[in-house]
């Protein structure tokens, strides 16, 4: 279920409508097609979501407002300058992507995602013209991978240090006006969804319980990846992955992976 806040601020009522107003506004004044918006809003999954309905969601009503070739959305935790991804869904990209991505990494390694983290706004990264804070890194992705012109955005709370990242490959360049309205819109929907998951819900299994190394075997299997990968990608041997996982159960108090899976979805 989504995760309602008992919280209640004087005069927020205001505040939303005034809020609401502004981005109304700004969408009317980008040029954005509003009804294909409205029809997209009138779409959007309820209840107790499935990354499955995320991508339904994104590939149909959301692609019909907003043209894009592929899709990346994460559900993280920042801490220390480091973010760890606590979920990952994608749509249209290449699994040899997909396998580069690190479930925890630096802050400081991504230009603009710590761009994104410090000023919370959406941008837009032209292979043909980068911004000046992208990083090699990602200019290698977009080549490697033919990404095109990537758009991005997200939401950040800063009280839990968690939030949202996603990002659009393979966007028209012509009206980067346009798709920043378009990714301030899309961004809230997408952070509610997410939050809305049975993976980012509270699990009955407590990873505390866990050391560091633990819990990024723990991440790495939530992605489905087998012992040999993992192994490849800790740079350790299968059987020290399995010795790590055995070390996981016990501590967990459960007896093989499928329960660990099962209990993290």
């Known amino acids: 279920m989504m995760r309602r806040s008992g919280r209640r601020v004087q005069g927020s009522k205001g505040g939303a409508r005034k809020q609401a107003k502004a981005v109304a506004t700004a969408s009317i004044s980008s040029g954005l097609d509003l009804k294909a918006w409205g029809d997209a809003l009138g ?3 309820a209840g107790a979501i499935a990354e499955s309905q995320i991508v339904s969601w994104v590939e149909g009503p959301l692609r019909s407002f907003f043209p894009f070739e592929r899709f990346l959305g994460s559900y993280g935790r920042l801490s220390g300058g480091r973010i760890r991804m606590r979920n990952l869904v994608t749509s249209g990209h290449q699994p040899d992507f997909i396998a580069t991505l690190d479930t925890a990494f630096d802050l400081a390694s991504r230009g603009c995602f710590a761009w994104w983290v410090q000023n919370r706004a959406a941008f837009i990264l032209d292979p043909a013209a980068p911004p000046p804070f992208a990083s090699k890194r990602e200019l290698d ?4 991978f033919s990404l095109g012109v990537i ?3 997200g939401v950040v709370d800063p009280f839990a240090s968690t939030g949202t990242y996603i990002s659009f490959a393979g966007i028209a360049a012509d009206d980067p006006v346009r798709t920043r309205a378009s990714l301030n819109l899309i961004a809230p929907v997408l952070h509610a969804l997410f939050l809305a998951t049975e993976q980012v819900a509270a699990s009955a299994i407590d990873l505390s ?3 560091d190394r633990q819990r990024q ?3 790495l299997a939530l992605m489905g990846l087998p012992d040999k990968t993992i192994a490849a990608r800790l740079g350790i041997s299968e059987n020290t992955v399995g010795n790590h996982f055995r070390g996981i159960y016990e501590r967990l ?3 093989k992976r499928s329960q660990l899976i099962a209990a993290l979805k």
């Open 141 to 144: 992705e977009i080549r490697q």
């Open 209 to 211: 319980k866990l050391t």
């Open 43 to 45: 779409a959007v999954p």
């Open 253 to 255: 108090g459960i007896s």
């Open 151 to 153: 758009a991005a955005h």
């Open 217 to 219: 075997l723990v991440d």
